[in-house]
């Protein structure tokens, strides 16, 4: 089969499979490499040879199309952004016999962000509480009457990268974002926001919008509509691994950028697939030639 | 309620319900799949619409519109018996698309009339949900190893749940449900005039008419039948709510659930007391009687908290007369305990 035919047998058939399970339960990091092996195997061999020498690093061929790779999935980075997906149910339509129960079960008193895993809960939980890692760095906090959201510790100023003030909290007295809050206007006291934080602050939280008829409400930062989406957790997840692993993103493109090379140009070529397949093993110089 | 799903029928609904049958889908038995219709729509359209309105606002289903292809699909790699392959119907577009209107209309309704323990078709409810739950009771049950009075989680399987779906029991379950008798004949019209021709290797065999079943390939056969499970359901809320059946509760704050259902995929769960044993026995029998569901009893399964005397156990399977008792079965394709 060609490398053409493979891509869409592995995409289609090796990486869906497991994603009905991956929706409710963690299958771990090890079961989740496991499964990337035997993948990447089968991606690099050949029917007359049964050894492969690995062209391309087995970690390459899951960036995205646009950054060189061929858009295989982390399966265990995409199963937390699975789960993140029934954290954020939970949190955001509470009503359901699922979410009655849970709460029921594991936080009756507080909402699910403020939980933490403990003996003796059922494996499913236990997972979806991975996923609402994912989910908190995600989150921010839309602003009705300020009465939920803690200044100094909710993620509720929009903007990249922090979603906290950035100003240190000193000795201020102020705990809830409604007491930033002019009462009389339903808008923002200007002198206050700007006596209290660093101007970098104080700028962006001039131009959030309020509005005092709702209670505080959680959105998805990465979305433009608020909506989580399951893509975008595991976009999210993705960047997070690379700033741990300390190559932060631009770091990744600007190294296949040295060889001159715009990924995207590959796929958007009007050929059959087979050649595009063709093209990108020469560009990352992976053809076996000698 | 009524007045929304008995609203005149409008052009704009056949359209949308054309837009989202996939082009190429298996055609019917006049052999012409949705693209046809939508790349000559502006030819057909005005006449499609007309037609199709006709049926939808009162007039007779045409002849020939409701002729429906059966294939038998294998569910195993050698099938054998007939029970190894799965009928699948193909329709023709235009009764899809009369069948299609009626169903988008009847989804959205679904959410204020379906208990939330059915969490199958149901805009708004996700498949997951049931699993997580599921999962959750097992969990609690299985972790119920002191005291007194065990716990119990049947899971039923309904041998060929759509097809053997009596007409008359649908009809008057929608009546139960308060629809209006216009719309139920409508959609008796749908149901009730079909005929088949099965294709087996390529061949057709004659015609005939059935008696009873939803067609699995039917754009209203799953709403139809999660408003029959609907009869179970109100039965087992009733029997709860009578005190014969005891729910499942995980903690004192939690809602009390004794099923879940996920189409005809069933899970029961209560306090594995003989009183309780009957009353489900009574009630299946009731359930079967009159839906025409017959339970796989192969195929079910029971599971025991660990503190259930043996007694009990015993005497639960005999009442059911399922003797499967494992751990390590699944519900909706997932176990239903994972873990040491």
Redesign the interface.
Same mark, same amino acid.
């Given at each position: 089969m060609s490398k053409a035919g493979k891509e869409i047998l592995v995409k289609a058939v090796a990486q869906a499979i497991p994603t &009905? @399970?991956m929706?409710?339960?963690d299958l771990t990091k090890g079961l989740c490499d496991e499964l990337s092996t035997i993948i990447g195997r089968y991606w690099w061999s050949q029917q007359d040879k049964s050894e492969q020498d690995t062209l391309v690093k087995l970690g390459e061929i899951d960036e995205i199309k646009e950054d060189g790779g061929l858009g295989f999935r982390d399966l265990y980075l995409f199963n937390m952004a699975m789960l993140a997906r029934?954290a954020w149910?939970l949190l955001t339509?509470p009503d359901? #016999?699922?979410g009655?129960? #849970?709460k @029921?079960?594991y936080f009756?008193n507080t909402t699910i962000l403020q939980c933490t895993a403990r003996e003796?809960i059922? &494996?499913?939980?236990r997972s979806?509480l991975q996923g609402l890692q994912l989910l908190k760095q995600g989150l921010i906090w839309r602003i009705g009457n300020g009465n939920n959201t803690n200044i100094w510790a909710d993620p509720w100023i929009p903007r990249g990268c922090i979603r906290k003030p950035i100003t240190p909290r000193g000795s201020s007295l102020l705990t809830k974002v409604s007491e930033l809050i002019d009462p009389s206007t339903g808008d923002w006291d200007e002198q206050l926001v700007t006596d209290t934080f660093w101007p970098e602050d104080a700028s962006v939280i001039l131009t959030i919008p309020i509005d005092v008829d709702m209670v505080d409400w959680p959105v998805w930062h990465f979305d433009p509509m608020g909506k989580f989406s399951v893509k975008s957790a595991y976009k999210l997840a993705i960047q997070i691994r690379d700033q741990n692993l300390g190559r932060d993103a631009s770091s990744s493109t600007a190294a296949s950028s040295n060889a001159e090379c715009n990924w995207h140009k590959i796929w958007q070529l009007k050929f059959p697939n087979k050649v595009n397949m063709f093209i990108w093993r020469l560009a990352h110089n992976s053809l076996p030639v000698r | 309620m009524n007045e929304a799903l008995l609203a005149p029928f409008t052009g704009d609904e056949v359209w949308a319900a054309l837009e989202s049958i996939g082009d190429l889908k298996a055609p019917g038995a006049d052999g012409m799949p949705s693209i046809f219709y939508k790349q000559f729509w502006q030819l057909l359209g005005e006449r499609v619409k007309k037609e199709v309105l006709e049926v939808l606002n009162g007039g007779d289903m045409p002849q020939g519109w409701n002729d429906t292809i059966i294939v038998l699909i294998p569910k195993v790699k050698q099938p054998e018996k007939l029970k190894d392959l799965r009928p699948i119907s193909l329709c023709n577009v235009l009764y899809k698309l009369v069948s299609k209107v009626l169903a988008n209309r009847l989804k959205k309704i679904l959410p204020d009339i379906i208990s939330?323990?059915q969490s199958a078709f149901v805009p708004?409810?996700?498949i997951?949900?049931?699993?997580?739950?599921a999962?959750?009771?097992t969990?609690h049950i299985n972790?119920r190893r002191r005291g007194a009075g065990g716990l119990a989680a049947i899971k039923l399987d309904m041998s060929k749940a759509y097809d053997r779906i009596e007409w008359p029991f649908l009809k008057k379950m929608m009546q139960k449900l308060g629809f209006q008798e216009k719309w139920i004949d409508l959609i008796m019209k749908c149901v009730t005039t079909v005929s088949y021709r099965i294709k087996v290797n390529g061949e057709y065999t004659d015609r005939f008419f059935p008696q009873r079943g939803l067609r699995h390939g039917d754009p209203l056969s799953p709403y139809l039948f999660i408003l029959c499970a609907e009869g179970l359901s109100a039965l087992l809320q009733q029997a709860e709510s009578d005190g014969k059946i005891e729910g499942i509760k995980?903690?004192r704050?939690?809602?009390r659930?004794n099923h879940l259902f996920f189409a005809d995929d069933s899970l029961i769960l209560m306090k594995a007391r003989c009183s309780g044993a009957q009353a489900l026995k009574q009630i299946m029998c009731k359930y079967e009687l009159a839906s025409g569901q017959v339970i796989n009893k192969d195929k079910s399964f029971i599971l025991f908290s660990p503190n259930t005397g043996d007694h009990a156990k015993q005497q639960k399977r005999l009442i059911m007369s399922i003797n499967q008792e494992a751990s390590a079965e699944r519900y909706l394709?997932?176990p239903v305990s994972?873990?040491k």
């Open positions: &009905y @399970a929706s409710c339960f029934q149910r339509s359901t #016999l699922c009655q129960v #849970l @029921a079960k009756p003796g059922s &494996y499913s939980w979806i | 939330p323990s708004g409810r996700m997951t949900d049931n699993v997580l739950l999962y959750e009771l969990h972790n995980i903690r704050e939690a809602p659930v394709g997932l994972v873990g």
